[in-house]
């Protein structure tokens, strides 16, 4: 009789039990620096209206797509406009899974109350920069899209030779703030999105127009993907006031 009490207690809290306890789904996405935080904010919110969790693998675009080429599984990628690509030319992503989500742009940090270098012209810039004591940014053997750039252009500037000495490598965005909020960098040149959620730092604006790197960052399920259909409906999350007030406030530009 107490077997039979017991079996018919289980069984009613199996029928009456939220669904959403059996439903619940991991989805794991590997994400650029330079969107992480407003990644992040949606992941918060869908969690609240659907209780799937996430797992969150921040690093550089290229060290992303070297983790997905070697097998490393993902349910959403987002990575800048050109590793994307690469990945979609892999077959690495499910066709017509990609969407276009913020553009981002590299700025220039210095420690909060330092004063801020003048960022009007290439010249300006450039003098800036061999005037400062170090200057911090990726390393470009890090795979970062920021980094990889900022290394091109010393050299078209014609200044890499003089900032060696002073060059204070990091390996994603968020150290190079780090980096300038201790005082291991006078200056750090990153996507501003990295840069400014470090208190310690003050953005003192962006690359001059003419030397800017405008860069997309778009998200796509990868083909190896466990939980597509989850993935799929966050990627459908990423829409409306509260998605486009996370991009403005991370310092990226939210696209249509």
């Not at 150290?175 to 470090?198: I, M, R």
């Not at 409306?240 to 990226?252: D, Q, S, V």
């Amino acid at each position: 009789m107490r077997a039979m009490r017991s079996a018919c207690v289980l069984t009613m809290w199996l029928i009456l039990a939220p669904a959403p306890a059996f439903a619940q789904t991991e989805i794991r996405v590997f994400v650029g620096g330079a969107v992480t935080e407003p990644v992040k904010v949606a992941g918060a919110a869908f969690t609240r209206t659907t209780r799937n969790t996430f797992v969150y693998v921040s690093d550089t675009t290229g060290a992303l797509q070297k983790r997905l080429a070697s097998g490393e599984k993902a349910d959403v990628v987002v990575l800048a406009a050109p590793g994307m690509e690469a990945l979609q030319k892999a077959n690495l992503v499910t066709a017509g899974s990609r969407i276009d989500l913020a553009r981002a742009l590299i700025g220039v940090a210095v420690r909060a109350g330092a004063p801020s270098p003048d960022l009007s012209t290439p010249d300006t810039f450039k003098a800036a920069l061999l005037k400062a004591k170090s200057v911090s940014y990726v390393n470009p053997a890090a795979g970062g899209t920021s980094g990889t750039y900022f290394d091109g252009l010393l050299q078209r500037m014609g200044i890499a030779e003089a900032m060696k000495p002073k060059t204070v490598y990091r390996m994603q965005g968020s150290e190079v703030a780090d980096a300038v909020a201790k005082g291991d960098a006078e200056l750090g040149v990153s996507f501003t999105s990295e840069l400014q959620p470090n208190r310690g730092v003050k953005v003192a604006g962006t690359l001059p127009a003419a030397i800017q790197l405008p860069t997309i960052y778009a998200a796509a399920i990868p083909t190896s993907a466990g939980n597509a259909d989850a993935a799929r409906a966050f990627l459908r999350s990423l829409t409306g006031a509260e998605w486009r007030a996370a991009l403005t406030k991370a310092g990226l530009e939210p696209l249509p």
